[in-house]
């Protein structure tokens, strides 16, 4: 026996190359080097599924998005009723085989089952008719006298009658999927016998403010700090949109302590959304705590104001997570170009804006191959609606003022006074 043998060796495996996980191609950019507006719109758009729908009480689902077609489960009125005050008859009673009156009916005062054949049930407007009953004979149609009614006109079938079903049919569409269930139609499925809808739920926004020198409003401020008013604004625009909105103040740019608040809300989340101070460092302490979570698009849009967007999908459920810039209005405009579309993509609904039409009181100008969108505040005079640019200094006091966008698309650079523009109606659902 050799003392030395040559060892068996193991067979070769092909190791499995795991890639990274990332996030799809992103749209090509422009000869500028820019993402258009709607290419971004649409990429985020495919990175978010609408949230699984389930059953709902009426008054929880309102304002939601109904994802099943609705019939109605009974009729309306569901018996057939009097019109008038009269008699519930049967009209083939009233004739005889020859086409004239009968001369009298019996007057009953109830039924047990169904109208007895040649009698005549007293009823007043809104009285349910007997089985066998398809008339109403109105009271100046008839003498009555010891239990005998002497007729003077007869009826013929269905002649002063609310027939059942003739309000609503059992089984008409009330609603179809992707129609909201406005307090209207609330009204619309109560009224038809219906206590629940299948909808989409509310999304779950929780609104994230970051910064060192943001603070609290009605804190006394230190030099260098401000008040923390974009948080609180868009927490606002997103519960306008529909949403369930939570807001975190971490107030500080370490990112392990921003890294911690994220990872904990993520859990009652369906969007997060940042708003941080107007400093560099505090955008770039938020986007380094993304990359470090999750999967980040980063991109310069072809938009004024807010041409820095950066996107991800964070978290092992893939929360996505929207960055807004720190300037209130670049916040404000990107919240209802990319948020907004984001939270109507999770309720199920149309994910575009309120567009209109306006004529510019004053000269509007932009840059030609920009989106740019200006504050503008619109009045109507009859039925032409004019729109002005609001300038003021003041970002938040330009915001309070505004009521629209206008939209100036990538190849208009000018609009003159009694021009056309188009423009986003801000306020209204």
């Known amino acids: 026996m050799a003392w030395f043998a040559r060892s068996k060796q193991e067979p070769v495996v092909d190791e499995e190359v795991v890639e990274e996980p990332r996030?799809?191609?992103?749209?090509?950019?422009?000869?500028?080097?820019?993402?258009?507006?709607?290419?971004?719109?649409?990429?985020?758009?495919?990175?978010?599924?609408?949230?699984?729908?389930?059953?709902?009480?009426?008054?929880?689902?309102?304002?939601?998005?109904?994802?099943?077609?609705?019939?109605?489960?009974?009729?309306?009125?569901?018996?057939?009723?009097?019109?008038v005050d009269g008699y519930a008859v049967r009209s083939s009673d009233l004739t005889e085989d020859d086409g004239r009156l009968v001369e009298t009916l019996d007057v009953?005062?109830?039924?047990?089952?169904?109208?007895?054949?040649?009698?005549?049930?007293?009823?007043?407007?809104?009285?349910?008719?007997?089985?066998?009953?398809?008339?109403?004979?109105?009271g100046t149609f008839a003498t009555v006298e010891e239990g005998r009614a002497t007729l003077i006109e007869k009826v013929e079938a269905g002649e002063y009658v609310r027939a059942a079903g003739e309000h609503l049919a059992l089984g008409t569409r009330l609603l179809s999927q992707g129609d909201i269930l406005t307090e209207r139609a609330i009204g619309?499925?109560?009224?038809?016998?219906?206590?629940?809808?299948?909808?989409?739920?509310?999304?779950?926004?929780?609104?994230?403010?970051?910064?060192?020198?943001?603070?609290?409003?009605?804190?006394?401020?230190?030099?260098?700090?401000?008040?923390?008013?974009?948080?609180?604004?868009?927490?606002?625009?997103?519960?306008?949109?529909?949403?369930?909105?939570?807001?975190?103040?971490?107030?500080?740019?370490?990112?392990?302590?921003?890294?911690?608040?994220?990872?904990?809300?993520?859990?009652?989340?369906?969007?997060?959304?940042?708003?941080?101070?107007?400093?560099?460092?505090?955008?770039?302490?938020?986007?380094?705590?993304?990359?470090?979570?999750?999967?980040?698009?980063?991109?310069?849009?072809?938009m004024s104001p807010g041409s820095t967007?950066?996107?991800?999908?964070?978290?092992?459920?893939?929360?996505?997570?929207?960055?807004?810039?720190?300037?209130?209005?670049s916040a404000y405009v990107t919240f209802h170009v990319f948020a907004k579309p984001l939270l109507r993509q999770l309720m199920g609904a149309d994910t575009g804006p309120r567009p209109g039409r306006a004529i510019a009181t004053g000269t509007l100008r932009s840059n030609e191959g920009q989106l740019h969108l200006l504050r503008g505040q619109t009045v109507s005079d009859q039925k032409v609606t004019h729109v002005t640019q609001v300038t003021s200094p003041y970002a938040l006091g330009q915001l309070a003022e505004s009521n629209?966008?206008?939209?100036?698309?990538?190849?208009?650079?000018?609009?003159?006074?009694g021009e056309a523009v188009k423009v986003w109606f801000l306020d209204g659902e």
């Open 309 to 329: 967007q950066t996107f991800g999908l964070v978290g092992d459920e893939q929360v996505p997570m929207l960055m807004l810039p720190g300037n209130p209005v």
């Open 108 to 138: 009953v005062d109830a039924v047990d089952d169904r109208l007895p054949i040649g009698a005549a049930l007293p009823v007043q407007p809104g009285d349910v008719l007997p089985a066998g009953a398809n008339a109403v004979l109105p």
């Open 404 to 417: 629209v966008l206008i939209v100036m698309d990538e190849h208009v650079e000018l609009v003159r006074p």
């Open 188 to 302: 619309l499925l109560a009224g038809a016998g219906i206590d629940k809808a299948m909808v989409r739920p509310r999304p779950r926004v929780v609104v994230i403010s970051s910064g060192d020198n943001l603070v609290e409003p009605g804190v006394e401020l230190a030099p260098g700090e401000s008040a923390d008013a974009n948080s609180y604004m868009i927490a606002a625009a997103a519960r306008a949109v529909g949403a369930t909105v939570f807001r975190v103040a971490v107030h500080t740019n370490d990112r392990e302590t921003i890294k911690q608040v994220i990872t904990d809300q993520l859990i009652r989340a369906d969007l997060v959304i940042s708003a941080t101070g107007g400093s560099r460092e505090d955008y770039e302490a938020m986007v380094a705590v993304m990359k470090e979570i999750g999967l980040v698009d980063e991109a310069n849009v072809a």
């Open 23 to 83: 996030l799809p191609e992103p749209p090509a950019l422009n000869e500028a080097g820019l993402r258009s507006v709607a290419d971004h719109t649409a990429y985020l758009l495919s990175l978010v599924d609408p949230l699984r729908p389930f059953g709902m009480t009426l008054l929880e689902g309102w304002n939601q998005v109904v994802c099943e077609d609705i019939d109605s489960m009974i009729s309306v009125p569901a018996f057939s009723t009097a019109k």
